[in-house]
């Protein structure tokens, strides 16, 4: 049988002061601060990850915050243009309040039959809130959460990329990831991971903006979910015989990683479910310190010496 994937695994985008990204998506967002632990491909940076209680697959939105003197990015063909998190449609008028007395300002709009809050990070990166009753949520309330466990995001919704013709990604989420064409309105075109589940949807827009440039402000990847080991070693075969070039796969410590670049210039991560957060801390004590990898361990001390100093979270 040919290899799906049920959606989205994370999503990585990169931020500025590390301090201001965390207070919004832990304080303003109200998502738990699942992981603090450092990109393993540049250990002088954070990598900070956001989720349910667990940090479920499917909830979790990570971040390489590269302090406010990094490079800015540029939105463009290629990105992510909005990544959007799945609300009850009961929750939309708490939202509004919410985002409203924290300075923030949302468009609200609808699509698809569904209603949808967009606003912008403290970077600029475009986030929504789309209130659906239909969708399934895997994701689990977090008890210490600032917003009340039946307001809190639940998930994914999707996320909408960004393209400069639709038919070179379209093909590769049909023909490699299992997306079906759902529908198309208003120059959007809707595909649906099989199944359900949150973080199904990927929507397809295109754009005349040019490349866009990553940096500050954009999104670095998406990943989608694999089951396991096994399940990529396939999934690194179906690349390469459609002529994508995958990584090898990475150890990721919280699980096993392949990328490839797709022909749209989105960059697409497949990601294992497993180990899961709790791989280096119990669940009570998720993203309460800094965890770095064995393989980094005995450089404690000079990396965090290097990093920016983190505080409480308003
Ligand atoms: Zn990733």
Known sequence: MTVTTPGLHHVTAIAGDPQTNADFYAGTLGLRFVKRTVNYDDTGTYHFYFGDRQGTPGTNIT?????????????????????????????LDYWVERLDSAGIDVERTDRFDERVLRFPDPD?????????????????????????????????????????????TAS??????????AEEVD????????????GSVIDLVETDSGRGRMG?????????RAADVSEQKRW?????????????????????SIYCREPGGVLFEMATTGPGFTVDEP????????QLPEWLEDEREVIEARLPELDGID
């Open 124 to 168: 600029g990166i475009t986030l929504e809130l789309v209130a659906s009753s239909s969708a399934d949520s895997d994701a689990e309330a977090w008890e210490n959460s600032p917003v009340p466990p039946e307001h809190q995001l639940r998930g994914f919704h999707s996320v909408t990329l960004a393209v400069d013709t639709f038919d070179p």
């Open 187 to 198: 120059g959007r075109r809707r595909f649906r991971a099989q199944g359900r589940g949150p």
């Open 283 to 290: 669940v009570e004590e998720l993203g309460t310190r800094l």
């Open 236 to 256: 690194r075969e179906k690349y390469a015989e459609y002529g994508l070039s995958p990584t090898e796969i990475i150890d990721r410590k919280y699980f096993r």
């Open 63 to 91: 971040f390489f915050p590269w302090t406010d003197q990094g490079r800015q990015g540029r939105f463009g063909a290629g990105q992510t243009a909005f990544t959007a998190y799945l609300i009850r449609p009961d929750s």
């Open 216 to 224: 500050i402000g954009t999104v670095h990847h998406v990943a989608f």
């Open 172 to 181: 590769v989420l049909t023909d490699v990831l299992g997306y079906e064409l």
